[in-house]
């Protein structure tokens, strides 16, 4: 059994094992009612980072540790205006972010979605629709 405590899912593995990276993604139904929740991933920071060329990559990683362990930095107006406009940014680089094929210099790419065993979703396709 994985560390997480989930089994792997057959379907998952098999296209594992063919080389194609899928995530698996369950609907969670309450009731009758079917509830919804945003596909996501995990990265690091310093995994984003290494999406940017050099300079960028020192000055996305510097300003968020001096602004999450630096609090007379982080109460600046400057650090504050840099910190509203860092969604924005991010959404910009919403691929490399979610781990989709969009950049072969991040390993363990997810190209396609699985949704609720039934659905296989191209992480193109969810680019897009955002």
């Known amino acids: 059994m994985p560390i997480n405590g989930q089994k792997p899912k057959t379907d998952v593995e098999i296209f594992n094992a063919i080389g194609i990276q899928v995530k698996n993604y369950t609907i969670r139904t309450m009731g009758d009612n079917l509830e919804m929740r945003d596909i996501e991933t995990t990265n690091s920071p310093q995994k984003f980072a290494s999406t940017l ?76 629709a955002v």
């Open 53 to 128: 060329d050099s300079n960028t990559q020192t000055n996305f990683l510097d300003f968020l540790a001096n602004y999450f362990f630096n609090r007379s930095y982080a109460n600046t107006e400057i650090a504050s205006e840099a910190f509203a406009t860092l969604p924005q940014y991010l959404g910009e680089h919403l691929g490399a972010l979610m781990n989709m094929t969009i950049n072969d210099m991040i390993q363990d790419t997810i190209v396609f979605y699985l949704i609720d065993g039934k659905y296989l979703v191209p992480g193109s396709e969810i680019l897009k």
